[in-house]
C-alpha cells in the first residue's frame, strides 16, 4: 500500500465510518409508509435551517418575553405574521388574562462580614416575589439543605434571611430529575421561611453549572402565611456564602427587590394551522410557549418549541405534504406563570372539533431523542409505530409518558398528550437565565426538533390512531 | 383546586414529566446482568465528572499536541503520570517514529482587487503544506467546486491560485458524511491544483458552520506531480470570496506560508491497564489519539477519547469493579499524521495476547448515543446484547459496522474494532481549529461518554464474546 493510502485513504476511511453509521437512510426500493416524505422533510429542513433563523429574529427584535410585557405583546403580533407571512390557514389569536409581574430596577444584595466588610452578589427576584422594603432587608443568614432541617433549627431561624442551598444532584442522569429535587426551595421556600420567622428566602440557582448567574422562576405564597420576598442567588453565589458561612456564623445580608405585581392584563394565544382535506374536525395540535422569564432571550425555554411548531408546519407547506387531518400550531401564553394559555385554549369552543393528540415542544432546543407519549397500552403502540420514521436521525425513542404543561388541560379532557423528548444535559445551564440566548442554541440541532414534530405529526395526521 | 396546585404543582408536575422519561434506572428487585454494576459507574461518574478535569488540565496545562512538537511530548508524559497516579497496572509508554512537519510563524493572505484594494483574510496551512517561496505567492484566482470542474477549465487554471469552494451538503443528516463528500478538496486539492497547473490551492474550512476561523488538516502530495502549497480559508473568507469574484473576475490573492517538514521524530503511544483476574491475556483495548492539530486545545479532537478513556477505567477502579479480562487503555499518537501509533502498537509483540476488541472514541466528547460494531453477524450479537445496559442513558443504539482509524491495523490483524458513536451535529463546528477549546465541552455530555465506555468494557470483560 502506498504511502498516499496510509496516510490518507485508510484513516479517513475508517474515520468517516464513525459518522456514516448514524446516516440511517436506506436507499431501498421498496420504502416503508411515509418513508418518502420524511426523507424529504429531513432533506428540506437540514438545507436551510429556518427554524433557526425565526428564533434569531424573535431572540434579538423582541427579546425576553415575560407574560404580561410590551414584549410579550409584541410576540403575539410576530407569531400572527409569521404564520401569516407563511400561508397558515385560519391563523388567528384567541385571547386570555395572564397576571402581570414585574422585575423592578432595583435588585441588589451584599454579604456584610462582622468585621464589616461588603461583599456584592448577583441575585435576581423569583417571579411572584414581593418587593423588600426601600431601605432593604438586613439581616443574618441561615443556611439550610431542606425544610426539614429548618424545622428542627426552630427558634433560630427568627427574623433571619433564609438561606435554602441543596444543590440539584448531579448522579442523577436526567437534570429534569436533579431538578425535581431541588426547584421545592424555589417554589415553596418564601412560604417555609416566613413559618419558621424568617424575613426573606435566598434560593440557590436551579443549574448544576457553577457560574455568577442567577437563574429565576416561579415561587408561589400562601394566603394564611405572611409573605416574604424571595431572590435566587447564583451557585457560585451560593458557594461563597457556604465557605463564608463557615469561618463566619453571623455573616448578614443585605438584599433591595423593587418588583411588583400589577393588575392582571389581557394577552393571547397564537394559532394557525393546516387544515385537514379530508377528516378537518381532527386535531393535532403541536405547540410550545411563547412567554418566557425576562432574563436571556428565552431562547430554549421557549423560543426553541415556539420555532420548532412554526417550523414543522412550513416544512410540511413547501413540500406540498397536506395532512389528511388538521395539524395546528399554538404557541402558548404563560406557561411560566399559571398556564392561562392552555386553559383557555382548552375551554374555548372548538366547534365540535376532535383533537386526538397535542404534541408539546418545551425542553430546549437540544438534538431531538424521540417523543414522551401520554397514552394507555392500546393507543401507545398507534404512535410508537412511526418511531421507525424518526430513526434516521436517531429521534426514533417513543416511550409511554409525557405531555407538556400547556396541554395538560387538555389532558384533562381525556386528550393524548405528547412531549418531544431531546438531549437535555444543557438544559438547566440556561434556564431562566441571563445564559438562556441565541448563540446557545445549534441550528442543526433546532431544526432536527422540527423535523421530528413534522415527521411525526404529518404520520399521525395521515393515519390518525 | 387551589391556586397553588394550579400555579405550581401542575406546571411543575407536567414539565418535570418531559425529563423523568429520561430517566430509565429501573428499582426492580431482580435486576438483569450488571445492570447494578452499571448503576454504580453512571452515578459515579455524574457525580464529580472527572473526565472533564483531566481534559481541562491537558486543554490549559499542555494545550495543542501537533505530532513530534514539545506539546505532544508533553502530553505522553501526562498521560503516563496520569494513570500511574491512579494506580493503574503496567503503565508504560511505546514507541514509535512520527513525522514532524512545523507550522510556520508566517501565515498570511490578502485579496487584491483589480482597483487595487487589499483584504486581508484569516488563513491556515493545511498539515504538510510546503510553504511558499519567502515573498510569497501572488496570482489571480480560479474558483472550482470540484476536480471535475477544474478538469473541464483546461488552460484557465495556468499559474493561478485554485480556490476549492466546494461546501459540506448541509442536507445530509449527519456532518460526517457531508465531511466525506467534501474532504477530497483538502486532502488532494493540492495535487489536484498542480496537475492543472495551478500554482497553490486554497481550500473552503471543512464545516457548516459560517466563522471566521479556517480549519487545519491533512493533505498529501504525489511523487510525480509538482508540490504547491495548499491552505484552508474560512467559510466566512470563503463566501466573502465568492461574493467578490462575482463582480471582480480578475481578482489576485497574496498568500505567504512559512510552514516546513523537519525530520521524523520519536514519540510514545501510552499504556495502562487493569488487569484480567482470570483471563488477563484476553484484552479489550480503549483508547483515543493524544495527537491533536496546533489549534484551539484539541480539546474534543482527541483529548475527549483521551479522557473518555483514562475515565473509563478509574470509575471500574474507584469502584472496585476487577475485569476478569484486561481492560487495556491505549493514548496512540499521531493519528492525524499517519497513524504511526496504531501501526506501532499493532506490531508489538504483546506476548501472545489475545486482543479481543478495540474500542475507539475519536468522535469528540458529546452525548453518547451508542457503539458502531465492527463485527460480521455471528459476533454482533455478543456485543449488542448488553444495549440494556446503555439505554439507561440513552446510549443503547449499538448498530453493525465501526471502528476508528488508530485501531485500524488491529482490524486487519481480526480484532474486532468498535467505534464510540455520540452526537455529532457541533463536532465540525470545532473540527481541527481554534475554536476546539475546553470551553466547548460539557462536563456531564463527556462524562457520559466514558461511562458508556467503562460499562460497554466491563461488561465485555466480564463475559467474552
Known amino acids: 500500500m502506498n504511502l498516499y493510502r496510509i496516510l490518507v485513504v485508510v ?6 465510518s464513525h459518522f456514516n453509521s448514524l446516516s440511517q437512510i436506506k436507499d431501498t426500493t421498496k420504502s416503508k409508509l411515509y418513508e418518502g416524505e420524511a426523507r424529504r422533510i ?4 437540514l438545507k436551510t435551517c429556518q427554524a433557526y433563523r425565526m428564533l434569531e429574529d424573535l431572540s434579538l427584535n423582541i427579546g425576553p418575553r415575560l407574560v404580561g410585557s410590551p414584549q410579550a405583546a409584541k410576540a ?3 407569531g400572527k405574521q409569521k ?4 400561508g397558515f390557514q385560519n391563523v388567528h389569536t384567541e385571547p386570555c388574562t395572564v397576571p402581570h409581574w414585574v422585575r423592578g430596577a432595583v435588585e441588589e444584595a451584599s454579604i456584610i462580614t462582622t468585621r464589616g466588610e461588603s461583599i456584592s452578589i448577583n441575585i435576581c427576584a423569583l417571579g411572584g416575589s414581593i418587593a423588600t ?3 432593604g432587608i438586613y439581616a443574618e443568614i441561615l443556611q439550610v439543605k431542606s425544610f426539614d432541617d429548618l424545622k428542627t433549627l426552630g427558634e433560630e431561624a427568627n427574623g433571619k434571611i433564609i ?3 441543596r444543590p440539584m444532584d448531579p448522579s442523577k442522569i436526567s437534570p429534569g430529575e436533579a431538578y425535581g429535587g431541588a426547584v421545592n426551595q424555589r417554589g415553596s421556600g418564601a412560604v417555609e421561611a416566613a413559618k419558621a420567622g424568617g424575613v426573606a428566602a435566598l434560593i440557590r440557582s436551579m443549574t448544576m453549572q457553577l457560574d455568577d448567574v442567577p437563574h429565576t422562576g416561579s415561587m408561589h405564597y400562601m394566603d394564611t402565611i405572611p409573605k416574604v420576598p424571595a431572590a435566587a442567588i447564583s451557585t457560585m453565589g451560593a458557594n461563597m456564602l457556604d465557605s463564608l458561612l463557615a469561618i463566619d456564623k453571623n455573616l448578614k445580608i443585605k438584599i433591595k427587590l423593587s418588583c411588583q405585581t400589577l393588575p392582571d392584563i389581557e394577552s393571547a394565544n397564537v394559532i394557525g394551522e393546516l387544515t385537514g382535506t379530508e377528516k378537518p374536525e381532527e386535531v393535532i395540535v403541536i405547540g410550545g410557549h411563547l412567554d418566557s422569564w425576562d432574563q436571556g432571550h428565552g431562547a430554549h425555554d421557549d423560543g426553541a418549541g415556539c420555532v420548532h411548531s412554526i417550523e414543522a408546519l412550513r416544512l410540511l407547506k413547501e413540500l406540498g405534504l397536506r395532512p389528511k387531518r388538521t395539524i395546528r400550531v399554538v404557541l402558548f401564553m404563560n406557561e411560566e406563570f399559571g398556564l392561562n394559555g392552555g386553559i383557555a385554549y382548552a375551554k374555548e369552543d372548538h366547534h365540535g372539533e376532535k383533537h386526538i393528540c397535542a404534541i408539546e415542544t418545551d425542553a430546549g432546543g437540544f438534538t431531538p431523542r424521540g417523543f414522551g407519549v401520554g397514552a394507555d397500552s392500546v393507543n ?3 404512535f410508537a409505530r412511526w418511531s421507525y420514521l424518526l430513526d434516521p436521525i436517531d429521534a426514533g425513542r417513543i416511550t409511554r409518558g409525557g405531555g407538556g404543561a400547556d ?3 387538555l389532558a384533562k379532557l381525556g386528550v393524548i398528550t405528547i412531549g418531544l423528548r431531546v438531549d437535555g444535559q444543557r438544559y438547566f445551564d440556561y434556564h431562566h437565565s441571563g445564559n438562556d440566548t441565541i448563540d446557545k442554541v445549534h441550528p442543526r440541532e433546532l431544526e432536527l426538533g422540527a423535523i421530528a414534530i413534522a415527521i411525526f405529526s404529518y404520520a399521525i395526521a395521515q393515519e390518525g390512531i
Do not use: C, K, Q, Y
Open 380 to 382: 401507545f403502540p398507534r
Open 42 to 45: 429531513i432533506a428540506e429542513g
Open 83 to 86: 404564520m401569516e407571512s407563511l
Open 11 to 16: 484513516p479517513l476511511i475508517l474515520f468517516l
Open 133 to 135: 422594603p426601600e431601605d
Open 407 to 409: 396541554i395538560s388541560e
Open 163 to 165: 438561606f435554602f442551598n
Open 76 to 78: 403575539v403580533e410576530w
